[in-house]
Each structure stands twice: as C-alpha cells, then as structure tokens.
C-alpha cells in the first residue's frame, strides 16, 4: 500500500485548501484514515480520520468546525478540506491509513496507522 498526500503549498489566513491522500495497491475505501499535522518544533498532531467502509469521521479539537474529511472512492482518495485557514494551521500535512476500524480512544493514535505518506507542507500567512 502507497499513499501520497498533495494540495498543499501557500495560502493566506482566513482562504480554504484541500488536500487529498491517494492511495495505491488496495481500494481506499476497505482503510480507515487519517490526517496527521507536524509543525517545526513541535509533536506530531491529530487532525482527522474516517473509518473504513463509512462515513464516521473524527476531527481534533483544534480543526474541528473548520477542517472536513471526506471520501472521493471514485479516484480511490480522501480528502480533507481545510476552511478558515490560520497561520497556526502551517505544518507538514500527512495522511495515513490503516486496514483496522480504530475504536474512538485510538483514532487520533498516530501509531495505530499502518501506512503513510510523504507529507505536504502547508503554510499560511498572516
């Protein structure tokens, strides 16, 4: 299993950016995946999940009301959708995945993924 985040780059506070998580060697939608964030300097961060086979989704407190995660089965993707952008917001973006459906305690556990992708930066401006 592949995976491969892109869509990031450089934006402004306040505009909207998504990002998707392609995946190859395994229909997406048989994953439950997550988004994970890493800024300089600080530790790796929960951003959002969905779990394999529906739609339940997840967010961590800091996105919550602003990011969305979404599936795009027809190009084996997920997507996530990032509104209201804030400069605390900048960081390397990674998806990840894993074949299990994560109870709720370990849907944000960055170690329960399995698989994961290269990262996109992300980086908004004030």
């Known amino acids: 299993v592949q995976l491969q985040a892109f869509g990031g780059g450089l934006v402004q506070a306040g505009d909207s950016q998504t990002l998707s998580c392609g995946a190859s060697?395994?229909?997406?939608?048989?994953?439950?995946v997550g988004w994970f964030r890493q800024a300089p300097g600080k530790e790796r961060e929960f951003v959002a999940a969905?779990?394999?086979?529906?739609?339940?989704?997840y967010y961590g407190d800091s996105v919550k009301g602003r990011f969305t995660v979404s599936r795009d089965n027809a190009n084996n993707a997920v997507n996530l959708r990032m509104n209201s952008l804030r400069p605390e917001d900048t960081a390397v973006y990674y998806c990840?995945?894993?074949?299990?459906?994560?109870?709720?305690?370990?849907?944000?556990?960055?170690?329960?993924?399995?698989?994961w992708g290269q990262g996109t930066q992300v980086t908004v401006s004030s």
């Open positions: 969905i779990r394999r086979g529906g739609t339940s989704t």
């Open positions: 060697g395994v229909p997406f939608s048989v994953m439950s």
């Open positions: 990840a995945a894993q074949r299990r459906n994560p109870i709720l305690s370990s849907v944000g556990v960055a170690a329960k993924y399995d698989y």
